[in-house]
């Protein structure tokens, strides 16, 4: 769950209560220690013809002060004026915002954003075992499947489905009138031929045939089909054919058994010389070609195809709203499958992660290479919209504790330096 974004605003906010105090505490030290070293000054100036020693703490308090006040110039002058003074060189930070947000974005881009370093950090992180081990658990999973399939609905429900459906009528007519038929037939017929299914075809013809021939029942159709066929109405003839009639079959059958059992018949020949001519012709006769070709545009372009590829976009839909609104959606339960099966995938294959480790480095170096320059601009860019006084108070909280140490150390290495000048002098 992601913290909202007023809750991210009130911890920012405590945060910086929370700097500012302990910002405040630590000026306040740093001007104690200034207090103390004149107190401490005009103390040891009282009492500097008493003993010699208090000219030494008159000299060590003196140096103290000096230096106080000197850090504090030092430190003060980065973020303001001191004392509202607008003296040379001060408010250093405010007056050198846009430099410092360059100079920031261009230490960024040449430090951080490198291909060398993001790649490096992806080789640790190996994000592929992490995918494969979040995929292969099945709460992840179902949780992958139902978001898609709740993502897949709600696209559905904005679509144009009118629109959809005469997009994926015309494409498909287009891609049916380009499709090369010729081609694809013949390949069609080599790959039957070269798997033996002709033959195995044939034999399935011939043993219906013979299982229709032994039926008595359809007898006599085959007799009424010869007189048709042949256009006989002679009684006489028609009767000589009726008694003719099971010797025909006989020799049907036989023939028929003939051919089945004789791999090598002649019949079997000249049906797969017969087949393998036509993928010839299919191949590299203009005249084939051009015929199926016509036909093939006829075919598309008919009313009917056309009525049947409209409707195949609304066959589509329907099914797949069907699907969506159950409760658990087959399409659901299909991309949890394929997620499961991802992660195992990545769980144990190790080239498979290595793969997908590289492809995914090789993708970040794009990355960089492409919008390294932009991530100066964006920093830049984000400080340009802080005023003077909002940048120089977010900086002073962030290391305005530390810098008032340099107004302390100031305080204590000034006296010491200030003793020390003064012990010399008394020596020589």
């Known amino acids: 769950m992601q913290p909202s974004p007023d809750l991210i605003a009130q911890l920012d906010q405590s945060t910086d209560q929370l700097k500012r105090a302990r910002l405040r505490n630590m000026q306040w030290l740093a001007a104690g ?54 003296l040379w060189h001060t408010a250093i930070i405010p007056n050198s915002k846009a430099d410092i947000g360059r100079s920031l974005g261009a230490f960024v881009e040449n430090h951080f954003i490198t291909e060398q370093g993001i790649a490096e950090r992806i080789v640790q992180a190996d994000p592929a075992a992490r995918l494969g081990a979040w995929l292969s658990d099945e709460v992840h999973a179902q949780q992958l499947g139902m978001a898609s399939a709740g993502v897949v609905k709600q696209l559905l429900a904005m679509a144009d489905h009118d629109k959809l459906g005469r997009l994926l009528r015309v494409q498909a007519s287009n891609y049916l009138g380009q499709l090369n038929l010729s081609d694809v037939a013949a390949d069609c ?22 299982a229709y ?42 023939f028929a058994l003939a051919v089945r059992v004789d791999p090598q018949h002649p019949l079997r020949q000249r049906i797969a010389g017969w087949i393998a001519d036509s993928a010839l012709h299919l191949k590299a006769d203009p005249q084939w070609q051009e015929t199926v070709r016509r036909y093939q545009l006829q075919l598309v372009a008919s ?19 069907a699907d969506l609104h159950a409760d658990q959606p087959v399409l659901a339960q299909a991309i949890a499958s ?75 290495v000034g006296g010491l330096a200030g003793l020390l000048i003064y012990a010399a002098s008394q020596a020589f």
Do not use: C
């Open 33 to 86: 220690l200034l207090l103390l070293a004149a107190l401490v000054f005009a103390v040891a100036r009282s009492q500097r013809g008493g003993h010699p020693a208090w000219g030494y703490v008159e000299a060590f308090a003196e140096a103290s002060m000096v230096g106080a006040i000197a850090d504090w110039f030092a430190v003060v002058a980065l973020f303001r004026h001191p004392l509202g003074i607008p």
């Open 338 to 412: 394929l997620a499961r099966n991802t992660g195992k995938v990545l769980d144990t294959d190790k080239p498979a992660r290595q793969w997908l480790n590289d492809a995914i480095v090789a993708g970040s170096g794009a990355l960089v290479r492409r919008y390294r320059g932009e991530v100066g601009a964006f920093i830049a860019g984000r400080l340009d919209l802080w005023s003077k006084d909002e940048m120089s108070e977010r900086i002073e909280l962030a290391i305005g504790r530390d810098l008032q140490f340099i107004r302390i150390n100031g305080t204590i």
């Open 189 to 210: 017929i080599d790959a039957l031929i070269a798997d033996g299914k002709p033959q195995e075809l044939l034999d399935f013809l011939l043993d219906r045939s013979a």
């Open 303 to 321: 009313d009917t195809v056309q009525a049947m590829l409209g409707d195949v976009w609304h066959h589509i839909g329907t099914r797949l709203l």
């Open 213 to 254: 021939l032994d039926d008595e029942h359809h007898h006599a159709a085959i007799g009424d089909f010869v007189l048709g066929a042949f256009q006989i109405e002679n009684a006489l003839v028609k009767k000589a054919v009726k008694a003719y009639e099971p010797r025909m079959i006989a020799s049907l059958q036989k």
